[in-house]
């Protein structure tokens, strides 16, 4: 690939705009943004008009046609990720998906296996792990700096009132709160400890048969073990807490995308760890796209922060999780 990664926009929602801004922020990144595609001209216009996108488009199969694009970024919802990265990867695009990676496991897997049989770089949007706090957490951990690992708890919630006909409250959307915000405490619990050897999961269910409030306890064969919840009907502190044999470190509101870390170890002062100084006002959405444009430029077919079995283990958690508290979706069944 030349010295710049053209990137192509599916989507043109809240977290569509919000990565853009963020992208296009990237002084000198070796990143430009040249297209986008809504399901309206009308919508895929205004969004190019805002941010000075030369290309918009009224259908997805167009963006992914546009052999000025290298890379898409899909950011519809979870429940169209198997059909828009599946699209771009069938025109032989590479693609960075939005979490969660898609409804289910099966539809993950088909979407890794399509990826590699093409020999395109494929990653799932999960901001957290490319974060340089998380990465700096991660460092400790593997040095030894908390011992190891016992517990992690992490949650995330908030208090919503949502009518049946939203998409929240939608089985065929992959509505709930488990793919929505559920996925980043399980995705941090693995990112440190791997896929579980044990789920366990209990949760209230919406009249329509999706999870309204879940709460998840994980357990491996070295002992460790994960406390998680999240919530569309409570505002839980979303905090997080990784606690060793010889230490604890704790995430503040916002875990899965921290500003701040504190480090608590015996006999010593808690250590609070901060991010350095960087562009400000930005989501932090820059560091994945940062990481896309890299490995893009490096030839490189997934990113080591996120890769893909690791993708592929987070949607059995989750997919196990649903088996337990019995969240059923349409698309788990074959057509």
Not at 111 to 135: D, H, K, S
């Amino acid at each position: 690939m030349s010295g710049t990664v053209r990137w192509g926009v599916l989507a043109t929602g809240g977290i569509a705009a919000t990565f853009t801004g963020d992208l296009l922020a990237m002084k000198d990144s070796g990143a430009e943004v040249v297209a986008v595609a809504s399901r309206t001209v009308a919508s895929a216009k205004a969004f190019a008009d805002r941010f000075g996108i030369e290309r918009a488009y009224g259908t997805w199969a167009e963006l992914a046609a546009d052999e000025g694009v290298d890379v898409v970024y899909v950011a519809t919802p979870h429940s169209a990720h198997r059909e828009a990265a599946g699209l771009a990867l069938e025109a032989g695009k590479h693609v960075l998906c939005e979490k969660a990676f898609t409804l289910n496991e099966r539809e993950a897997r088909e979407l890794v296996e399509l990826a590699r049989q093409r020999g395109l770089f494929l990653m799932e949007a999960m901001w957290t792990y490319c974060n340089p706090l998380i990465r700096r957490m991660t460092e400790l951990v593997r040095d030894g700096a908390i011992g190891e690992i016992r517990t992690v708890q992490a949650d995330f919630g908030f208090a919503g009132t949502f009518g049946a006909e939203h998409r929240l409250r939608d089985p065929a959307l992959g509505g709930g709160a488990l793919l929505d915000l559920g996925v980043y405490p399980v995705s941090f619990a693995q990112l440190l400890l791997g896929e579980p050897d044990r789920v366990q999961a209990d949760a209230l269910l919406s009249p329509e048969g999706v999870d309204l409030n879940t709460g998840m306890l994980l357990g491996w064969e070295s002992g460790a073990t994960a406390l998680l919840s999240c919530s569309i009907v409570g505002d839980l502190p979303t905090t997080a807490s990784v606690t060793g044999t010889a230490g604890r470190i704790d995430f503040p509101q916002g875990f899965f995308h921290p500003e701040s870390f504190v480090l608590h170890r015996p006999g010593r002062e808690p250590e609070t760890v901060v991010t350095g100084p960087g562009p400000q006002g930005l989501s932090g959405m820059q560091y994945e796209a940062a990481e896309v444009t890299r490995a893009l430029l490096a030839g490189e077919k997934e990113s080591p922060l996120v890769p893909l079995e690791g993708s592929l283990a987070v949607m059995r958690t989750l997919d196990a999780v649903r088996d337990r508290v019995g969240v059923r979706y349409p698309a788990d069944v074959r057509a």
